[in-house]
């Protein structure tokens, strides 16, 4: 692992100079410390170069390039399992989830588990108002699945409060900084630092690390689903002519500069697509169609687009 958080050190502390940025600037545009950029500069805080996300991504580019080597699902395990802040319980409930998901990433939901070939799930949608909300948009819309209904101002307001480090996570100006405390944050908002005996814990399911082709990634999506629990995905920069009719599956119907968060709220095993909950398609699309703020992705799009999600 040791290499990882060095090779993303080095690749953040390259774009950084590239774009002429001091790290004490740098951290002012990341509304964080000069101390916080150099260690993450020199690996030394591996939390968060583990949980690299889109907006250091922006400067940083990918955080993890075709032949280098992104965590692998056990290796996300034990970045919970060594973090001093999370509870027994929390990382008991880890090693659950992750057994789970390891379990069913090459098989899918069993027929026992779903209801059919195709399931949704309620996730209401949150329309996110500016760039950079994603993020806590798709929280709010996880946490209203759970029943957890919050004001969205509030989700900001709570991620992006210095003073409780264990969920400090967000910059209203550009958006989430560290994913893992994204997650923590809403695994404790639903269960406590116990998380949930059931296993909805959060973590993040990096593209050839935890799964290595579309259907790996279809199989993971589909049977957390059909246990009634949404995946959230994150992809890069989608960018290219978008879809024309509401049904092509092929195309996106949104462009994204960077990276963008979503909700994943049901499959279709029968065509390998995906529902999504999306927090700016509304924004992006002004036909009826996609007032509830879903749509059908085919899941190769998805795989070719994804960096990571979490289950």
Not at 61 to 85: F, G, K, R
Not at 98 to 123: E, K
Request: neutral net charge; glycine residues 6%.
């Amino acid at each position: 692992m040791e290499n990882i958080y060095l090779e993303i050190g080095k690749r953040i502390r390259q774009q950084r100079k590239a774009h002429g940025l001091t790290q004490e600037e740098f951290a002012e545009n990341l509304s964080t410390t000069m101390q916080y950029i150099s260690r993450l500069e020199r690996a030394k805080n591996k939390v968060s170069m583990f949980s690299c996300t889109f907006t250091v991504c922006a400067f940083a580019a990918e955080p993890y390039a075709e032949n280098s080597n992104p965590p692998t699902l056990q290796d996300t395990l034990q970045e919970i399992l060594d973090n001093p802040t999370y509870s027994n319980a929390y990382k008991e409930a880890a090693k659950k989830k992750c057994d789970y998901l390891m379990s069913v990433r090459d098989s899918g939901p069993s027929a026992l588990t779903r209801a059919s070939n195709s399931m949704t799930i309620y996730v209401p949608h949150t329309r996110q108002p500016n760039g950079v909300s994603c993020g806590p948009s798709t929280v709010r819309q996880t946490l209203a699945h759970y029943g957890l209904v919050k004001n969205l101002s509030t989700i900001m307001s709570e991620m992006s409060d210095a003073s409780k480090p264990a969920t400090y996570c967000y910059s209203p100006t550009n958006g989430i900084f560290e994913i893992s405390k994204m997650f923590y944050y809403i695994n404790t908002s639903l269960y406590g630092e116990g998380g949930d005996p059931t296993g909805v814990v959060y973590m993040a399911l990096w593209k050839n690390g935890a799964y290595t082709s579309s259907q790996q990634m279809l199989n993971m999506m589909a049977s957390v689903i059909s246990n009634n629990n949404p995946p959230i995905l994150h992809t890069g920069a989608i960018q290219g002519t978008k879809r024309t009719s509401y049904n092509d599956t092929s195309k996106w119907p949104i462009n994204i500069s960077s990276g963008h968060f979503m909700s994943v709220s049901g499959y279709n095993l029968s065509n390998a697509t995906i529902q999504v909950t999306d927090p700016d398609v509304t924004n992006q699309q002004s036909s009826s169609s996609y007032s509830s703020g879903k749509y059908y992705i085919n899941s190769l799009v998805v795989y070719s687009t994804c960096d990571y999600f979490a289950a």
